[in-house]
């Protein structure tokens, strides 16, 4: 039976160097970060991992792909669960996975998913989350040690985990980790980089496997997006002319996600003109007159994808990047992460579109919201509480409570810390570093800030 899923059918040399990139990681037991800006394909090159035969046989030859199992996990399903749901849906990925084994006939499937079937079963008929947990180490054992199967976890979408994650976590994936050595590893996909957006002691079990290990995907990759309009065309069968595909091509800079919309917006457009594929000519100059970036900066769904990569800047990253979309340089030194995912190239917003896009929005006048529910943190229509970690939304929502209060340390780590297991021995570095972090978040300028204030000798206090 063939996989039909969508990622089986990429060509072997999509994503080449990045793909590379992660599985030198992996062929040495370590774990890695696949780094990207939203929309940029980072679901899919984590997809040809798993499903996509020729791509390992590329990169890890025949003979040795056999001995790596993939296993693809997206968190978005499980973004809000607690952590023994989390460890269910992971155990529940790994015998899907090795189900899909069995399918494409690689050597003992069948009892590789027989025996992984047996012991989540019987695990899970007791209903204890630890017997479930030692359950999944036992077949990691079997797996990676009685099998000799090196098992890669593929953490998709981990940014949607992040408010929720815990220190357990970690500690668990390292108790799997200490148990198949070199033949278990992590891939996590994420906007920034874990150690930008977590406080160090969370990932602290998993740090010396994970940190540093980073491999950013960039904005185009040549085979893939010609695949993409491949699969568009097919799919709407017709035919796009050559001088569309490169005037869309010069806006989008190959965005995966971009280019599809607006490819889509265009065809979309040729219907509702009553055009007909027959019809539908490159010379046709009203045709392509209208692939300009105010035709799709009103489309919805484009508006929603440009806005998705905005709000994964932080403030200070969003004050550059309009800075230069204003006047088309700035004295100031570039982000490391905005040159990193590829945004900036040659001193200019390397996506045309996305300048526009930037132009276009009103300077950020909306303040911070707490809801009546007190569960949620608002910047405008901006849900900006997701991108916060549970010790850095404890203090924001205190801060936002007593707005223009001098707060003390101790009073802050009551606020924070009261509820956990305990107050003690949480140190003045810990809450430098925790008010450290939310500045990073919230403030245009570290070195200038002006939302979190320190009164010497006091505390910290929230105005806006």
């Given amino acids: 039976m063939e996989d039909k899923r969508l990622e089986a059918l990429y060509p072997s040399d999509s994503w080449g160097k990045e793909i590379k990139e992660v599985l030198n990681f992996v062929e040495k037991g370590q774990s890695v970060q696949l780094i990207g800006i939203p929309g940029v394909g980072r679901s899919n090159l984590l997809g040809l991992l798993s499903y996509n035969r ?34 269910k849906f992971i155990f529940l990925s790994l015998i899907d996975s090795l ?86 590893s992590v891939v996590f996909s994420l906007k920034r980089p874990i150690e930008d957006i977590l406080e160090p002691e969370i990932y602290f079990d998993f740090s010396e496997f994970l940190q ?63 055009s007909r594929a027959a019809g539908i000519a490159s010379s046709d100059a009203r045709q392509i007159s209208n692939i300009q970036a105010e035709n799709f900066l009103s489309n919805a769904k484009i508006q929603n994808s440009l806005l998705d990569m905005w709000n994964s800047f932080t403030p200070e990253e969003s004050a550059f990047i309009r800075q230069l979309a204003d006047s088309g340089e700035t004295k100031q030194t570039a982000p490391d992460h905005l040159l990193n995912i590829g945004i900036l190239a040659d001193g200019k917003i390397s996506i045309p579109l996305f300048a526009e896009f930037v132009k276009r929005i009103k300077p950020e006048e909306e303040k911070f919201v707490l809801s009546a529910s007190k569960d949620e943190i608002k910047r405008g229509e901006v849900l900006f509480s997701n991108g916060l970690t549970a010790l850095e939304f404890r203090l924001f929502k205190f801060l936002l409570e007593n707005e223009r209060k001098i707060l003390s340390r101790e009073e802050i780590i009551n606020a924070v810390w009261g509820d956990l297991k305990s107050t003690q021995g949480v140190t003045e570095a810990a809450i430098d570093q925790l008010i450290f972090r939310l500045r990073k978040k919230i403030e245009q300028d570290l070195n200038n800030p002006k939302l979190i204030q320190t009164i010497k000798g006091r505390g910290i206090s929230f105005s806006q």
């Fill in 54 to 87: 020729n791509v390992r046989i590329k990169h890890l030859g025949e003979d040795e792909q056999v001995k790596y199992h993939f296993v693809l996990i997206n968190f978005s399903e499980i973004k809000d669960k607690p952590l023994s749901e989390v460890i």
């Fill in 212 to 274: 540093g290990n980073t491999v950013y995907i960039q904005i185009y990759d040549k085979p893939s997006f010609e695949f993409r309009i491949k699969h568009l065309e097919e799919v709407d069968n017709r035919k796009i002319p050559e001088d569309v595909i490169k005037k869309v091509l010069n806006l989008t800079s190959g965005h995966g996600k971009l280019t599809r919309l607006c490819l889509e917006a265009w065809l979309q457009e040729i219907s509702n003109s009553k």
């Fill in 99 to 184: 189900r899909l084994r069995n399918i494409l006939k690689d050597a003992d499937a069948k009892k590789e998913l027989e025996t992984a079937s047996s012991i989540f079963n019987n695990s899970l008929a007791t209903g204890d989350s630890l017997v479930i947990f030692n359950a999944l180490k036992r077949t990691v054992d079997f797996l990676c040690l009685e099998k000799d199967l090196s098992v890669i976890l593929i953490f998709d979408r981990f940014e949607d985990y992040i408010p929720n994650v815990s220190q357990e976590f970690f500690a668990n994936l390292r108790a799997l980790r200490n148990r198949a050595k070199y033949k278990f």
